[in-house]
């Protein structure tokens, strides 16, 4: 015998075992769950495929380079620098030109700083003409001093400039002083335009090269067209209606189109981001994959409070004076960060996902069926009907040659639970 | 009753329910199930669970400092700027040794700029010798005059270097010149050598030293190997058969193995992308999971237009002659941008994700069936007499107990959707 | 008959299918089968609805922009710079601000390079005051030579600062000497401090101001708290317990919180990632929407070898004398290099995937069920029995009219597999 059960078995492996239904002749389940059916589909076909594209194989893991050239010359003519000419190599900051640029717009310049001693005055309203001899309101509270003990020698003066040396410089007459400190001297005034001193930067070009790689799909772009045109690239400016695909822009523009005001952001600073997204759909023709440029504010324009608006840092150019000495000037640069971020997505057909959201949507149809079971089998009138049909008991006491009379019609009265 | 109803109802809660299933006696709906049953199983143990290590749970944001550190002297002899000797503080920039860094191999030097007025023809090719007095084809052409009306005073060139003045150049009897205009003059000119200056940079070394950390698995690592051979890390050279995890590359193997010329770069500039990739199965020994080094040219070589190719930028050095006048030295440096970028996934086993790889492969096992139920009812010969077994027809008007003989059998022969 | 016949197909369609059920009263199942069920649900409510936030919609890719500003002053008296003040643009590389800032704090100035020949001693021990003429043992091994052809003219000192001339200078009665080579004059010494000359950085403060923006949710927030209490902003410092949300960090502070010693890391150099991580539940009130800050040493300190430790680099400010010949100052800068990253994540509620995370969890509850079945069917004593129950075997073989009685109640015995 041991032989044909072992084949029996393995053809009953070849038996096909399916679910047995039950067809509830119910309109109204019925057409309930024919709209949840539906309702799936249309998630799944509109949703699932059509918007979200999930029949493709994603990478979003794109290697980009950025490179960004500047252009434009400003003239200035202050009391301070006199004429002078700003170009490229003198308002970019750092000049690389990689993806984050800075366009000095505004600047203090402390010409000829030497390491000596001075009065810890900087960073404080000008002393007032009208009042010679009184200290502006907002100096440093640290520095302020009566007496040369009021001025520890050696200590820092905090958010200062400097290093006390123990002396209090007192104008004749007046009780209250200013503690001298070692320092690069003269300190910095605190005298900030009320114009920025390169507003003409609104017109600067900067020209953007992006090229992005994705490589999964081994697929490489540039946001530079590939034209014969070669005086069109030089002469377009981008516009979203009219040159979208035009790499160069105009500062003032992107400052507009970010929301910000030029000439404001050039006198305080601040920091721009503009964002070059690539939604690369790689079952179309490469020429359709395009990138899209959008802009923004980094900093928050809103806060109000003078501590967090703006941009603006120090640095000092330094030289050597015949002596040997170094002497240096100092700048504190407003002006606007331009933070270029790109971006991206490309997607593919791939049979793989297709498969994985097909059976993810016949999964919810099944959370469907379970809904309307729940309908059918508690909610409506004849429910109690149903779950007897539904639901077939069977006792293990009961012997197989009687296991024929409890199989169908008995239910129990008190199945309140279909789970 | 209503004691003994409630515990009845208690009881039924722990009643085993589970689906009842019909066998169809067919061996090729049978035989297909097994095999879509097979093609799914061999797909979650194969694709998800081996290939794609579905049982792990992932990290992919890992923390990431990279320091690079070049090494190399270049001797030049020109007759602009004499013997030179280039070492790391002249031609890295910028010096910080972070993740992206430029190696300048080839520049333009205009010296002594100083503030002051002189004729636009910078940027165009240098007067030719043989005609003197001709200006070149591509000078500026915003910068052309004939009179000074074409000039107008205050107004910047485009493309050019300065603001004209408002007064026409010509040489003696021509009748074609060059506005003046007041800029950093002299202006520079283009007369880019056939051959880079530093060509030997291709000998350089750079030593990239990146330390990763997954924060999810308190996991780190660095690319430097943990040997007691000092020596070994100072004389290494990457390549990837002999020494992969060396972490010194000669600059001129980089660019090969991105598929670039290093005289051609040199000579232009361009962009080298560095990729480190950890990809860590921590479920392995910590020694198991080592940076993978990939290279890739990032700016778009096969651009053909002029404008989009190669990689420079200008900046200056500043100076302050006795009498405290500024001028300064321009630099058009063209060279190569090298980009470290590092990414990295870990793994290690977790049971959450493995469960729902699981449930989601029993899912797709459940479409499988779905797949073959549509085979078995509506595509084979006998599928109306396995549609009658499968679908059990009752009618709510039937009474209880004449449900019996409308059981089974009976099967609406119009039954085309089994969804 | 055609009409009648499609009306009862259009009919048949809204017939409700649902399941037959087989109620299996084995208590052990039943309740093996509730317990699957309650942890599953255990699951998808504790883990996936509340810990995971499963019924929202996420964003990940934010933007952010980051600002930093140093401040603080230190004063050093050394023999060989004098009394000397170092402020923000002195010790901040590079000067912008951005979200990566090095401080430098220890240095090794190598003041008045020319061009010119000179022995190739540099980056040795000084040489020894005991045994003047001696070289220091871990000078460069390709600089030490007996005779003049040791030194190939033209050639570059591996390792070294410069191109060989051709000569061997030695001292008087010495038998080795050093090749004199062409480089900046003279070559740096190794004459690393023992102590930082800017310890006192530990003190300096840093504020970092970071605004985020989760363009999916168009949600914008700043990590400087929105208070009218501008002097708190300006006296805060942050600690992790007293004050959370105060942008403003103490350098020792972040080296301590980062597991460092600062007097260390001050005299080797290193490298800080200072992370601040978004985590914002848009569900809740933009107020609790705060960033969290961690602070980690990123790269290894543990690394034993000399050359895997540290973090220095080497820049040059070039000076031009009163003959227009070029010098410059070389500086190697030792010092702690601050990554500022940012990461986060925003959630708000959204119908689809808390659909999906439903269904996914049905799902599950199916795998639970088959698991169940398993056991019914195969592992307790009557499981012969239940078998015959679920599994229902017709033969095509049979004629419509006799397929009643094969129906029930006949098991096939070697029904191994119910997969």
Redesign the interface.
Known sequence: MGQV?WK??F?????????????????K??????VV?LSILAYLVG?VFVVKKGYQDTDT?L???V?T?L?????TNTSELG???W????YV??????S?F?VMTNLIVTP?QR?ATCPEVGRTEPLDSQTPGKLGSSSIPDALCEEDTDCQE?K??V?????KTGRCLKDRGSTRGTCEV???CPVEKRSKPKKPLLG?AENFTVYI?N?V?FPKFKF?K?N?L???N?SY??SCRYSQEHHPYCPIFVLGDIVRWAGGNFQEMALQGG?I?I?IEWNCDLDKAPSECNPHYSF?R???KS??????SG?N????????D?E?VDY?T?IKAYGI?F?V?V?GKAGKFNI?PT??N???G???M??G??F??LV?LYLIK?SN??R?????????SSR?SL??PT???NQ?P??????
């Open positions: 059960a029996a078995l053809l009953s492996l070849f038996d096909y075992k399916t679910e047995k239904y039950v067809i509830a002749k119910n309109k389940v019925g057409v309930l769950y024919r059916q949703w893991s290697q980009s380079s490179i050239k252009k434009g010359v400003a003239f004429e002078r000419l170009d490229v190599a003198d900051i750092p000049p690389q030109g990689e984050v800075f000829n390491q050696g820092a003066v958010a200062g400039n400097g290093v070692l320092a690069w003409s090269k090229s790689r490489s540039m530079v590939a034209t014969d070669e690239l030089k920091v981001g964002q923004s980094l900093d928050n806060a109000e409070s003078s501590i967090s941009y840092f120090r640095f000092a150019k330094y030289y050597r015949a040997g240096r100092l960060r933070d971020m971006n793989i498969i994985i097909i059976s993810s016949l999964a919810l099944g959370a069926a379970f309307c079971d059918l004849k009907f149903y007897g049909k539904k639901y077939e008991e069977v006792k293990s197989k296991s024929s199989l169908n019609g129990s008190d199945q309140l639970d279909g789970l």
